[in-house]
């Protein structure tokens, strides 16, 4: 994939790498290691600091390795972390100081090795040792949509990125901040903590048409809660398609379906016939969760042999909540699609047009739905657009910034 925009991570962008930048070259660390080599004469070399400082126990993971140097500048840097691995980093421009980053894995040791050169073009090397901090316990992503086997890697424009986590995390800010998301068009987004083992990502505005996006949790040696950390890395690729947005009115009784702004087809339609609040179809921006030829349909809250139980083997649905609401073929109703209401929460459309619809919808495009009093809960299925992007925000631990196109 081609280097795209940089989103999450902090939600930093252009100013969240020019910091970085700055950081690398002119922030001070915790106190420094200095060391230098007598050369012949009695002159010295150059004059390295690192910190942590030598043989220094229990240092946090995310805590970063900074050398620096003084009458000289830093040839390379090396931590090495053994079966670990190594720490990469960034060298300011003027090679006065290199600085670490990402995380490193609990209870793991690491050997600092520098290579500077003195005014005079001598080199001289220098080794340092440190470890961190033993975790008890790890915590991994448990599952991350969208995913090639329930969704494919080509979605709609409303497509939010979920992450679950297999155990709770009480540090949201240090998971957060190493959660990114590129992607190949700008977009203005942030994470969205539900709660403590769900957070998700959605841009403030629809995804633009055709992007390519990637997500990147770095999480591996991440402190996830007391004593708990990242087990490992996880990167998702996956593309936008073209914009389709489907349009329908309870009280029209028909969807509209609009492809890159274009009208391509006209669907009458049947909702709920309330009565119950539970026959109401939901208004709201629905996005498409899953795609089933057949999907057998049971009376909500109502079992065999009550009043008002049915079980029902239904064809082309598309599902558009988690409280049984698809968009679906009901032959039986063709005759009240197009002027009323009698389903009992599905938007029921004819035979034809369910084959057409199931077959040119993508997981994640919006379906809007106006017109009844029953709403749409953000967290029934996928309802992240019914929150405006305050509300949004508002479950953020590091809220939206702007995005920078990469090169």
Known sequence: MDEGVLVGRGAYGTAGLLALALLTA??????????SVAMAGGARSASVGVSPADKSANVPTDQAVVVSVQGGTLKSVRVDGGKSGPLKGVLSADGSRWRSIGTARPGSSYTVTTVSVDGSGRTSENKSTFSTVKGNKTFDIKNITPNKDDTGLTVGVGMPVMITFDQPIADRVAVERNLAVHSSKPVEGAWHWFDDQ???????????AHTKVRVEADLAGVRG?????????????????RSQITKGSTDEHVL????????????PMSAGQGGQWKYYTTSGIHLAMSRE?????????????SA?????TVYNTVRISNSGEYVHSAPWSVGSQGNSNVSHGCVNISPDNASWFIKN????????????PRKLEPT?????????????????????????VLR
């Open 293 to 305: 030829p057949v999907t057998v349909m049971t009376s909500p809250g109502i079992g065999p042999g």
């Open 308 to 312: 008002g139980y049915y079980q029902l």
């Open 361 to 372: 919808t993508l997981i994640g495009d919006p379906i809007i739905i106006t017109g009844s």
């Open 380 to 404: 029934n299925g996928w309802g992240h657009w019914q929150e405006n992007w305050k509300q949004w925000l508002k479950w953020s631990s590091l809220k939206a910034g702007p995005t920078m």
């Open 26 to 35: 002119c922030s001070a660390g915790p106190a420094e290691d200095p060391k």
């Open 256 to 267: 509209v379906v609009r492809r890159n702004g274009k009208k391509i087809r006209t669907m």
């Open 225 to 241: 809660g007391p004593s708990m950390y990242g087990k490992r890395n996880v990167r998702l690729d996956f593309k936008i398609g």
């Open 198 to 208: 769900h957070v998700d990502f959605r841009p403030e505005k629809y995804w633009p």
